[in-house]
């Protein structure tokens, strides 16, 4: 599912948050695309801010990195 233009940039911060966190935990894309039960590519497409997630990926995302959603959503300017 390619992202809306006028939101992408919200897509893109959503995903710098994922490399943020990502990088905290010390996992590389592989790691976390493993441990979420997703491809590697879905995880850099996320990270890129050309996807969006449902739910179920949201919620094992902040399961994997110990954080809550709303981190994920604390866009950084």
């Known amino acids: ?4 233009r006028e939101y992408k940039s919200f897509y893109e911060k959503f995903g710098l948050n994922v490399v943020y966190y990502r990088k ?3 996992l590389t894309q592989l790691e976390l695309a493993e441990l979420v ?3 590697r590519t879905h995880i ?3 990270e890129l801010g050309n ?3 449902s739910f179920d990926v949201l919620f094992r995302l902040c399961q ?3 954080i809550k959603p709303k981190d994920l959503f ?3 300017d």
Do not use: H, N, T, Y
Not at 1 to 4: F, G, I, L, S, T
């Open 37 to 39: 039960d997703v491809d």
């Open 1 to 4: 599912m390619e992202v809306k």
């Open 44 to 46: 850099s497409a996320i």
């Open 24 to 26: 905290r935990k010390r």
């Open 64 to 66: 994997v990195l110990e």
């Open 51 to 53: 996807v969006g997630v």
């Open 74 to 76: 604390d866009f950084r």
